[in-house]
Nanobody
Framework: QVRFVESGGGLVQPGGSLRLSCAAT????????MGWYRQAPGKQRDLVAV???????NYADSVLGRFTISRDNAKNTVYLQMNVLKPEDTAVYSC?????????????????WGPGTQVTVSS
């Protein structure tokens, strides 16, 4: 199984910035895509940004030009730099990984999500 250590959430004023970090741990053989999803109260969980192992990125239209995703493959860590934050960015942000693990000699490829970190944008 993949476990995640997420950090960087908090309260910020509109127009401010935050940087989220997420380290994936476990018996990881390789990680294909990593990324971030978010879920606001009463809404479904939506993709924010994803980055492939070769560095190709994809963003939700609502964050394009404001958020930047990056990753350190050697550390199995993904980052999300969030600038010009808006109240509508308020949500629980969860780390995501499409990873292959070695569990007792068997290999498994799964999509996994972390527990999430709260981001609140408010004056």
């Amino acid at each position: 199984q993949v476990r995640f250590v997420e950090s960087g959430g908090g309260l910020v004023q509109p127009g401010g910035s935050l940087r989220l970090s997420c380290a994936a741990t476990g018996n990881i053989v390789e990680i294909n895509a990593m990324g971030w999803y978010r879920q606001a109260p009463g809404k479904q969980r939506d993709l924010v940004a994803v980055i492939a192992s070769d560095g190709v990125t994809n963003y939700a239209d609502s964050v394009l030009g404001r958020f930047t995703i990056s990753r350190d493959n050697a550390k199995n860590t993904v980052y999300l730099q969030m600038n010009v934050l808006k109240p509508e960015d308020t949500a629980v942000y969860s780390c995501y990984a499409d990873a292959v693990t070695n569990e007792g000699g068997s290999y498994y490829r799964r999509n996994s999500w972390g527990p999430g970190t709260q981001v609140t944008v408010s004056s």
